[in-house]
C-alpha cells in the first residue's frame, strides 16, 4: 500500500465523509495558492533579438553588425528570473564559434563539427537557480557565420522569458548585444555586471534606449512616429494621480488640433495648434487621461502638464510598465477620421487601427513608450513549466494550458456544488485573462515572431494545445457567457474537425516528425478531443461535432481496448504497428471521465449510443476488477508492484459515480461502492488537512514498459493534473449520494 500521509493528515480524519467541507477545502486552497496577478507589462525594443516560430532567439549578428571584422567577438547578454530551482532544456543552433555561459559557468562551447555544420543543434540541460539568473554568450565572427540561435527546448509551454541587464534598462524585456570588439572579454573570472550602467562595461550595448540630443528636441508623436505626409492621429495615454485637490490645471502646448478625455468624458477641445490652460475636476481615485493630436503644418505632438493649486502634480503610468519610466503611452498612426472611442482606446486588450505615414491602412498597431522603437509588450510571467512539467510554488493564473482546463472545470462545478459564486468568478476571471488577450496574441505572434501571452492556443499544433482548456472556456459559457468564447471556439472546432492529423479510417493521432512521439494515438487524446466536441455542439448546435467525438471514442477502442483485460493501453505506436499494452491509470482515466461527458449530451437515439454504452459498460468493469485495497487504483492498472496514484482515482470515482446517477451500469451497487471507496481512499491518504492534493504523478511521456511509468514518472504536491479531478469527483460523490437517497 503507498502510504502518501499519516491518517491523521488526511482531510478525511478532519472532516469525515462530508465531501462538500472537503471541496471547499480545495477549492479554497487553490484560490488561495493562485492570486489573480495579471500578465506583466514591459518595455520591449522591436529592434532587439526576436524569436523565430519555434520560439528560438534569432542571435545571427552578421547582419545586426556589418562593421564586425572576421576574427571578432561580440556577446548576447541577458537575465532570467526562476521562481524556484528550475531545469529546462535549450536548443543552441550555431551559426560559428559559440561559447554559452550561465551565472559565470561555462556551460557549453562548439567543437569544429558544430560550428561548420549548417544544421547542428544542440541541446544543453540548464539548472535556473531562484532569483536572477544570467546568460551570457560569445560569438566570433568566421566566414562560416556569426552568432546562433537559442532557446527553451518546446518553447510555447516551458517560457523562457529573458529580461535586459544593466542599469537604466532593469525590467525591460529582451536581450542586449554588444557591439564587436577584437579581443575576448568576458568568460572566467571576467563577467559584466548586471547592475552597472552600460557605459561602465567599456562596451557599446544595443538595441538603443534612449533618444540621441537631436532626437529629444522633436515634439513626441513625431519623434516616435515620423513626419506624416497627410493629416493623421496620434494618441496618448496617462492617469492623474490621488491629488486630494478638487480642481486641476491642465496647461500645455499642442502642434495640431487636439481633444482631451477624462474617464472618456471630453473635458477640452483645440480647434489649432497652440497653446492652452484649462481647469479640470478631480476624479476622486486619479483618472484615464487620453489626449488625441492630428498632425499639423508646426509638427506632431503636444506637451501637457498637470498642477493643483498652483503646483506641479505628476502624472502616472496608466499600467504598472516595467523598463520604462515615462507616465505617457502613445499610438498612432491612426486615421484622422477613425472615430475611436476613449472608453476602447483606454483597454490594454484592444488593438488600434494603424495607418502608414501617408494615410494608407496599415493593419494594427499597440501602445508605445518615449523610447526608440519600444513597445508596451504584455508577458505571462507566472508559474513556468520545468523538464518535468512542474510548476514550483508561483501562481498558475494566466495560463492556457490542458491541466488548467480540468481545473477551471473542477472550480465551475464546485461553485455551484457550494453556492459560492467567488470561485465561478475566478475561474471566468482566469479564463477571461486569456481570451480577453486573443487577438492581441495573434498580432504579437505575427509581429514579434512568437507570441508573449496565449502561447498553446496561439502556437495550436495539437490536441494538448487548445482541447481541454477550450472545453472548459465552453463550459464558462455554457453557464455565463462571453463574446470571446463562441468564437474561439470555432477556431479550435476547425483545428479538430478540419486540420488534425488522422489515420485513414478518420480516427485521430499525433504526427509530427521529428518528435518521440511521432505517429502515434494517446488515450489521453479523448479527454483532448471528446469533452470539447460535445460542449461545442452545444453551444453552436452543430450536432456534426458531437457525432465526431462519438466516432472517435469508437476508433480509439479499436485501437487501444485490450479486450482481455477491458483496459485502455495508454498509446498505440504506428511505428511498430502496434499498442504499448501499458495501461497507464491517468491514461484510462482521461477516456472513461470523457466518455462520461459524451454519454452525459449524447441524444438518446444517437447511432452510436448503444456502442458507445457497451463501451462504457465494458471498461468499467474491467477498472473495477483493479481497484486495490485502499480504494485506490495504480499508476499501472495492472502491475501490482505500481504506486497508487490519485488523479486515476479521481476520474474513476468521478465515472462510476455518474454511471450510477445517470443508469447507465448494470448492478450500479457494486458501482457505488466503489466511487466512495475511491473518495474514502483519497480524503485519506492523498488530500491533506490543508487542501493540499498528493499522489498525483507529472505529466507523462510514454513507453513500451510499464517500469517507466512506475519508477521514472514520480508523483508531485498539487500538480495541476490532480487538483481540478479532486474537485470533479468531491461534486460527483455529493451528487452520487443525493441520488442514492
Request: with cysteine.
Amino acid at each position: 500500500m503507498t502510504v502518501y500521509m499519516d491518517a491523521h493528515d488526511g482531510a478525511r480524519y478532519a472532516f469525515g465523509d462530508d465531501e462538500l467541507r472537503i471541496l471547499e477545502l480545495l477549492a479554497n486552497r487553490y484560490v488561495g495558492a493562485n492570486p489573480p496577478i495579471p500578465f506583466v507589462y514591459r518595455a520591449f525594443s522591436r529592434q532587439g533579438i526576436l524569436q523565430n516560430a519555434e520560439g528560438l532567439y534569432e542571435m545571427e549578428l552578421a547582419s545586426r553588425l556589418p562593421q564586425a571584422a572576421h576574427g571578432d567577438y561580440a556577446y548576447v547578454y541577458g537575465l532570467v528570473w526562476s521562481d524556484n530551482e528550475r531545469s529546462i532544456d535549450c536548443n543552441l543552433e550555431p551559426i560559428g564559434p559559440i561559447k554559452l555561459y550561465l551565472n559565470e559557468e561555462l556551460l557549453f562551447r562548439t567543437s569544429a563539427v558544430e560550428e561548420m555544420k549548417p544544421d547542428a543543434r544542440v541541446v544543453v540541460p540548464m539548472v535556473f537557480a531562484k532569483g536572477w539568473n544570467r546568460i551570457l554568450i560569445e560569438a566570433r565572427r568566421t566566414p562560416a557565420g556569426f552568432g546562433c540561435r537559442f532557446g527553451a527546448d518546446e518553447a510555447k509551454v516551458r517560457i523562457l522569458n529573458v529580461l535586459t541587464p544593466f542599469a537604466g534598462r532593469e525590467g525591460a524585456a529582451g536581450w542586449v548585444y554588444s557591439e564587436p570588439v577584437k579581443t575576448s572579454r568576458y568568460g572566467a573570472g571576467a563577467w559584466p555586471d548586471v547592475l552597472l550602467p552600460e557605459a561602465e562595461t567599456g562596451l557599446s550595448w544595443l538595441p538603443r534606449a534612449s533618444w540621441t540630443e537631436d532626437e529629444a528636441v522633436v515634439p513626441n508623436l513625431e519623434r516616435l512616429y515620423g513626419r506624416p505626409e497627410t493629416t493623421v492621429a496620434g494618441y496618448g495615454w496617462t492617469r492623474l494621480p490621488v491629488t486630494g485637490a478638487r480642481a486641476l490645471e491642465l496647461e500645455g502646448r499642442v502642434y495640431g488640433p487636439a481633444s482631451v478625455w477624462l474617464d472618456g468624458e471630453l473635458v477640452l477641445e483645440m480647434a489649432e495648434a497652440g497653446a492652452f490652460c484649462h481647469s479640470v475636476s478631480s476624479a476622486a481615485g486619479g483618472g484615464q487621461l487620453l489626449i488625441r493630436v492630428l498632425s499639423g503644418p508646426q509638427g506632431w505632438g503636444f506637451e501637457l502638464n498637470l498642477s493643483a493649486n498652483g503646483k506641479p502634480v505628476a502624472l502616472e503610468q496608466p499600467v504598472h510598465v516595467h523598463g520604462c519610466g515615462g507616465a505617457w503611452m502613445y499610438a498612432g498612426p491612426i486615421a484622422a477620421d477613425a472615430g475611436l472611442a476613449p472608453s476602447a482606446m483606454c483597454r490594454l486588450s484592444e488593438l488600434l487601427p494603424a495607418v502608414d505615414l501617408g494615410g494608407n491602412p496599415a493593419g494594427c498597431t499597440y501602445w508605445e513608450l518615449d523610447a526608440p522603437h519600444t513597445r508596451l509588450r504584455p508577458f505571462y510571467e507566472n508559474a513556468m513549466l520545468s523538464n518535468k512539467w512542474t510548476t514550483g510554488t508561483a501562481t498558475n493564473f494566466g495560463r492556457w494550458d490542458y491541466p488548467l482546463g480540468v481545473t477551471m472545470y473542477g472550480l465551475l462545478r464546485a461553485a455551484k456544488a457550494l453556492g459560492r459564486g467567488e470561485l465561478s468568478d475566478y475561474a471566468m476571471s482566469h479564463i477571461r485573462s486569456c481570451t480577453d488577450m486573443y487577438d492581441y496574441s495573434l498580432w504579437d505572434r505575427a509581429e514579434y515572431g512568437f507570441p508573449s501571452v496565449n502561447h498553446q492556443l496561439v502556437l495550436m499544433r495539437m490536441l494538448d494545445n487548445c482541447g481541454s482548456f477550450g472545453s472548459a472556456m465552453l463550459q464558462a459559457q455554457l453557464q455565463g457567457g462571453d463574446d470571446n468564447f463562441p468564437r474561439i471556439g470555432d477556431t479550435i472546432a476547425d483545428f479538430m474537425l478540419n486540420k488534425l492529423e488522422r489515420r485513414e479510417d478518420g480516427a485521430f493521432f499525433r504526427l509530427s516528425e521529428g518528435e518521440y512521439f511521432d505517429n502515434t494515438m494517446w488515450a489521453d487524446d479523448l479527454y483532448m478531443s471528446a469533452p470539447f466536441l460535445t460542449r461545442y455542439a452545444l453551444v453552436s448546435g452543430k450536432r456534426e461535432a458531437m457525432d465526431e467525438a462519438a466516432r472517435q471514442f469508437l476508433l480509439f477502442r479499436r485501437y487501444l481496448f485490450m479486450e482481455d483485460q477491458r483496459i485502455m493501453s495508454h498509446v498505440h505506436d504506428f511505428k511498430y504497428g502496434q499498442a504499448t499494452r501499458v495501461p497507464w491509470g491517468r491514461g484510462n482515466g482521461w477516456a472513461l471521465f470523457s466518455l462520461t461527458e459524451l454519454l452525459e449530451h449524447l441524444p438518446a437515439d444517437h447511432p452510436d449510443r448503444d456502442s458507445l454504452l457497451d463501451f462504457f459498460r465494458a471498461m468499467c468493469a474491467g477498472v473495477a476488477a483493479l481497484q486495490s485495497d485502499s480504494g485506490l487504483w495504480r499508476q499501472v492498472l495492472n502491475e501490482p508492484d505500481a504506486y497508487e496514484e490519485a488523479s486515476c482515482t479521481a476520474m474513476f470515482a468521478y465515472a462510476f459515480a455518474r454511471g450510477v446517477r445517470f443508469g447507465w451500469l448494470q448492478r450500479d451497487e457494486r458501482y457505488a461502492e466503489a466511487a466512495i471507496a475511491a473518495w474514502r481512499g483519497l480524503t485519506s491518504k492523498a488530500i491533506d488537512r490543508s487542501g493540499n492534493v498528493h499522489g498525483v504523478c507529472s505529466g507523462s511521456r510514454y513507453s513500451f514498459s510499464p517500469d517507466y511509468y512506475m519508477y521514472d514518472l514520480r508523483t508531485v504536491v498539487n500538480d495541476n493534473h490532480g487538483i481540478g479531478i479532486m474537485m470533479l469527483a468531491g461534486v460527483e460523490i455529493n451528487l452520487l449520494k443525493r441520488h442514492l437517497g
